[in-house]
């Protein structure tokens, strides 16, 4: 090892910070429809994007495995090969992307963890072990894996989020937004959306948004509570399902229009919005939105 004698103290080289080195780095020219299809059994996928009409790939892998890439009119196909240009199904392949801002994206992985940052095309991701994140997209976003946490912020479009084993959270979303799991929690944050449709089985939910008064709210859990954010101007018809638990709020709210304990239903305003909340074992509770942001900064 190097070192440097700078004022009086040992810096060492190998301690720098030094630019990350790739087995492959090459760029491809493609077209404003061209459309990013990549397969990647295992490994992380990071992309990034730029102004230009061009996909820089670089990306980490043996000297057994190498970047097959295919180029046609309308897409770029990215998968690990053999050394002699066969596929390789067991390669593990780490990439960083960057791609065309405007780009659609499609992504399947086994044991991939998947980050996309900037990009507003519509994306696809199916992966069975790994996380995904993403910060901004457009159109249409497709998001599922199975043992793995999913967050999204910043999208505009549509947004289909699925996970089993972790939890979905989605925040500063203009869109309409369905999002489920199976073990894990479902947090909505400032969503601006006409649908909006969050469900687990065992797990909190949580919505924090726009109430369009055409728009129509589906909260969703077996085992756990419900948290709604209400604004003060809102005009709602919520309709409130709870087997065993019990339904609160932190504002004065109008008699129920139902006089079953476990089916209760409250019409706020002229009733616009349809909210329907269902847990059959926990709580629901409807709060102003600056307590739920307040209770999130404070956990």
Same mark, same amino acid.
């Given at each position: 090892?190097?070192?440097?004698?700078?004022?009086?103290?040992?810096?060492?080289?190998s301690?720098?910070?030094?630019?990350?080195?790739?087995?492959?780095?090459?760029t491809?020219?493609?077209s404003?429809?061209? $459309?990013?299809?990549?397969? %990647?059994?295992?490994?992380?996928?990071?992309?990034?994007?730029?102004?230009? %009409?061009?996909?820089?790939?670089?990306?980490?892998?043996s000297?057994?495995?190498?970047?097959?890439?295919?180029?046609?009119e309308?897409?770029?196909?990215?998968?690990?090969?053999?050394s002699?240009?066969? *596929?390789?199904m067991?390669?593990?392949?780490?990439y960083?992307?960057?791609?065309?801002?405007?780009?659609?994206?499609?992504?399947g992985? *086994?044991?991939?963890?998947?980050?996309?940052?900037?990009? $507003?095309?519509?994306?696809?991701?199916?992966?069975?072990?790994?996380?995904?994140?993403?910060?901004?997209?457009?159109?249409?976003?497709?998001? +599922?894996?199975v043992n793995?946490?999913?967050?999204v912020?910043?999208?505009?479009?549509r947004?289909?989020? $699925?996970?089993?084993?972790?939890?979905?959270?989605?925040?500063?979303?203009?869109?309409?937004v369905?999002?489920?799991?199976?073990?894990?929690?479902? *947090?909505?944050?400032r969503?601006?959306?006409? $649908?909006?449709?969050?469900?687990?089985?065992?797990?909190?939910?949580?919505?924090?948004?726009?109430?369009?008064?055409?728009?129509?709210?589906?909260?969703?859990?077996h085992?756990?509570?419900?948290?709604v954010?209400?604004?003060? %101007?809102?005009?709602?018809?919520?309709?409130?399902?709870?087997? %065993?638990?019990?339904?609160s709020?932190?504002?004065?709210?109008?008699?129920s229009?139902?006089?079953?304990?476990?089916? +209760?239903?409250?019409?706020?305003?002229?009733g616009?919005?349809s909210?329907?909340?269902?847990?059959?074992?926990?709580?629901?509770?409807?709060?102003?939105?600056?307590? *739920?942001?307040?209770r999130?900064?404070?956990?």
């Open positions: 090892m190097i070192t440097v004698l700078l004022a009086g103290a040992l810096l060492s080289v301690s720098l910070q030094q630019p990350q080195a790739f087995d492959t780095d090459t491809v020219s493609v404003a429809t061209t $459309r990013l299809k990549l397969e %990647n059994v295992g490994g992380e996928v990071i992309i990034k994007a730029w102004d230009k %009409n061009q996909v820089r790939i670089q990306a980490s892998h000297s057994r495995t190498a970047v097959g890439i295919s180029l046609s309308s897409s770029l196909r990215l998968s690990p090969k053999g002699r240009g066969t *596929m390789r067991g390669g593990v392949v780490d960083v992307l960057t791609v065309p801002a405007a780009m659609s994206i499609e992504i992985g *086994m044991y991939a963890d998947v980050t996309i940052e900037g990009t $507003r095309g519509e994306i696809s991701v199916q992966t069975v072990e790994g996380n995904i994140n993403v910060k901004g997209g457009g159109d249409v976003l497709t998001l +599922q894996t793995g946490k999913i967050n912020q910043g999208a505009r479009g947004l289909d989020l $699925r996970s089993v084993s972790e939890d979905v959270e989605v925040s500063d979303v203009v869109g309409d369905i999002a489920e799991t199976v073990s894990g929690s479902v *947090m909505l944050s969503i601006d959306g006409k $649908r909006v449709e969050a469900q687990t089985v065992s797990g909190d939910v949580r919505f924090d948004g726009t109430l369009r008064p055409d728009g129509t709210y589906s909260l969703l859990t085992s756990g509570d419900v948290t954010g209400i604004p003060e %101007n809102a005009s709602a018809l919520i309709q409130t399902a709870v087997a %065993n638990g019990d339904v709020a932190s504002f004065a709210l109008p008699t229009e139902r006089s079953s304990r476990r089916r +209760q239903e409250f019409r706020i305003g002229s616009g919005a909210i329907e909340i269902e847990t059959f074992s926990g709580d629901i509770r409807l709060v102003r939105p600056t307590e *739920m942001r307040t999130s900064k404070e956990e």
